[in-house]
């Protein structure tokens, strides 16, 4: 990013700087900088009254190139973040009221430039922002609340994460010898191999913390029949990941990735919290002047969690084989619970009881948050996963799984009941309505956590729109696509399939003004005893706060 023009600003200043960024015919001479502010301007004032600003600079002008300025400025931002008015009605209303009000001022040309109806172009970079942009409601709610409340998004995220944790170490404890044990063992750190040849470092955490969870790391016997070599690997990759120095080998090789890369959202969101706490909002006690050094390091945050969008990896998604593993993640299970499985496993020897204690590096993840869900969206959800089982393990295609059949599907999914408690008629044989009426009854007692089906119907765009899975334009004049009821989201017939984006509640623009909400937070670090009284539920050390406040974050990310 290029330095900042200032260390400190009103907003009328930063408005101002932006407006001028702009020459009368719309080229732009600073672009990192207004990106910068357009994405990060919530944090200390809401869309709506930066549109309010904008109007009124507008009206109270007195030539025409500044207000041709500022209209270029509003296209550009209509452009970046469009998803800022898709959301927010109440700002579009308020770009409409400029247009109309140069309309009514004589200025046509210029109130064209600020058409919302017709200014959405995603290209590839818009993409970037738009998805960022989508998220950052998302970020700036947790670092405020220091927590998950009402954010399914960084839910659903952390929940997927403990449960392919929680998948590994099923999946190991389901072996009943321990060399069977240490051999899956061995094949999931293979898959940690690829995963780290992949440039997947979030989950190549989950891999490597479940792996290395207490209920695992104390099967000896297991231990004793991997090889050194093996072993070797794994200690490689826990070096890799340690939070010693601030996750400082982790930074190293995360910044020599290029391409595809995907960055642990635990330690981002660690990073974004460490410079909240170390540095102020505004730099004077009146609160008139934005601390840009702050806004800068946050940016820089979030930007690297968006380009994630820019460089997909090379390889296509196997949506059968996502649905099948969907259905052994979103089952929970308790640490506890875990742990006295592996207990049955590899008893302890007679020595004092050891509370079960989870890994120091994804200490600051979290225990599993389990968000509400729409039995409707679970019902269709389930409806087809077990499409994808029978797909995958009906071999003979009689619309039937057997025995033999099901104890194929048990070593993949090993926390399944057995077989005559899904067959509920007895006739040795499981039907797709006896296995879709398990999974509901499970998901009822285990409150499964699955998110990402979504209520679509039909609809007919009069404005241009984008498909959300391939990002390309929804073209034709009548029902051209699927729109989802409940969050609002667009795609292609074709794609509404495929669709992996996740189905959440339409949310209002944030507002600085509005305090965030204290009641019923899901809490997603542990509760430090002397954190602020604003954040006391993160875990920040005095290094996190002494590296934001030396600006350590903006060489690495």
Known sequence: MDPLPMDSGTVDELVDFCIQSFD??????????????????????????????????????????????????????????????????????????????????????????????????????????????????????????????????????????NSVSQWIQLMVLSKPTAPQRAAVIAHFIRVAQKLLQLQNFNTLMAVVGGLNNSSISRLKETQAHISNETNKIFNSLLDLLTSCGNYSQYRRRFAECTGFRFPILAVNLKDLIAVHVALADWTDPQKTRVNLTKTQQLYAILQELALVQSNPPNIEANTDLLNLLTVSLDQYHTEEEIYQLSLQREPRAAKPAVTPKQLSMIDEWAASVKPKADPAIISKHIEKMVDSVFKNFDTNGDGFISREEFECIRNNFPYLSKFGELDKNQDGKISREEMIDYFMKASSLLNCKMGFIHTFIETTYVKPTFCEHCTGFIWGFYKQGYKCKVCGVNCHKACHGRLTVECRKRTKSISHETPPSLQSRSYSFPLPSNAPSNLQNTVITEEDVEAAEQGVFDCHL
Request: glycine residues 2%; contains cysteine.
């Open 24 to 161: 009368s015919e719309g080229t732009i001479k600073d672009a990192s900088f207004v990106k910068m502010f357009l994405m990060m301007h919530p944090w200390y004032i809401s869309s709506t009254d930066l549109s309010k600003k904008l109007l009124l600079k507008s009206q109270e002008s007195s030539t025409d190139e500044i207000r041709a300025q500022i209209c270029h400025l509003v296209k550009f931002w209509i452009s970046e973040y469009p998803v800022e008015f898709d959301l927010n009605p109440a700002l579009a209303d308020q770009i409409k009221d400029l247009r109309e009000n140069l309309n009514t001022g004589g200025n046509e040309t210029q109130s064209q430039l600020i058409d919302v109806e017709t200014v959405y172009q995603k290209n590839e970079k818009s993409v970037i922002s738009h998805c960022c942009s989508k998220h950052f409601q998302d970020y700036h709610s947790f670092v405020m609340h220091g927590c998950t409340v009402d954010n399914p998004i960084l839910e659903r995220f952390i929940t997927l994460f």
